[in-house]
């Protein structure tokens, strides 16, 4: 079977449930060693290096906090070591948080940056010098800062935002060295996050033309191609995998 990512050494923020998840699993299946990222979910972090090594493929898992600048640059680092380079970069770790703006604590507004937003910049900083022609960087954003149905999202929307623009300006910097960097903007995927059972599910599910919530296989899909070498000619794009929610 072609394997369009045969060679390629992954590193995904936040990679052992959800979205994450995903996208180390078809990465692997694709070819790429990959290595991830989780905080809090260690038992499913180990089940899926168990499965990808049962696969026939390389993983491997580790404990990183986003917000802790040394700890993110410091799995940059094990990811080189341990795969002897890094040629994709996926910025996915995220956290949300809807509350009505004047009830948000400064410290909050700290966090959501922390890990939304700064974490993509410093892992940016360390894995970029190292990535060489052909290297991908692929952030995930939100389609929420395009379109925002929620009351009380001002932080998130905000980081999300400011994502994109960091991914315009990044794909410039990093532009002469053949590295493309992208940002895909999920819109309602079922997750731990946002469940397609839960609170926003029925007021929102309406809205989006295809009707339904998105899988994080699907989202996993689009990092598959822009990492790929079909993709060669996509750089500082937003993508949104929405089925049609922000038309
Ligand atoms: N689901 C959606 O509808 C949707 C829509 C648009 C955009 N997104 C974006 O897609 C990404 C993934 O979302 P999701 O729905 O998969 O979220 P999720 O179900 O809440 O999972 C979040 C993931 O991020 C990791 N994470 C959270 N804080 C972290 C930190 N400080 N350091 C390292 N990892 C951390 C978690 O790791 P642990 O479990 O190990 O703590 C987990 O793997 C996020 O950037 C989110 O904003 C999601």
Aim: charged share 15%; aromatic share 6%.
């Amino acid at each position: 079977m072609n394997k369009p990512l045969a060679g390629k050494k992954a590193l995904v923020t936040g990679g052992a449930r959800s979205i994450g998840a995903a996208i180390v699993k078809r990465l692997a299946a694709d070819g790429a060693s990959v290595a991830f990222t989780y905080v809090n979910a260690q038992s499913k972090a180990e089940e899926l290096v168990q499965e990808i090594k049962s696969a026939g493929g390389q993983a491997l898992a580790i404990r990183a906090d986003s917000a802790d600048v040394e700890a993110l640059k410091g799995a940059v680092e094990e990811t080189i070591q341990a795969f002897g380079g890094i040629d994709i970069l996926v910025n996915n770790a995220g956290i949300s948080m809807l509350k009505p703006y004047d009830q948000f604590a400064l410290e909050e507004f700290d966090q959501m940056i922390a890990i939304n937003l700064k974490a993509v910049f410093v892992a940016v900083q360390a894995a970029g010098p190292q990535m060489k022609q052909g290297g991908r960087v692929i952030n995930i954003g939100s389609i929420a800062a395009e379109s925002n149905p929620f009351l009380g999202n001002s932080l998130y929307v905000s980081t999300k935002a400011a994502v994109a623009g960091l991914t315009r300006a990044l794909a410039r910097d990093l532009a002469p060295q053949g590295v493309t960097v992208n940002n895909i903007q999920p819109g309602m995927i079922d997750t731990d996050m946002n469940p397609e059972n839960g609170p926003y599910a029925s007021a929102v599910q309406d809205a989006i033309p295809l009707g339904r919530y998105g899988k994080a296989s699907e989202v996993a899909s689009m990092v598959a191609y822009i990492a790929s070498p079909e993709a060669s000619y996509i750089t500082g794009a937003s993508l949104n995998v929405d089925g049609g929610g922000s038309v």
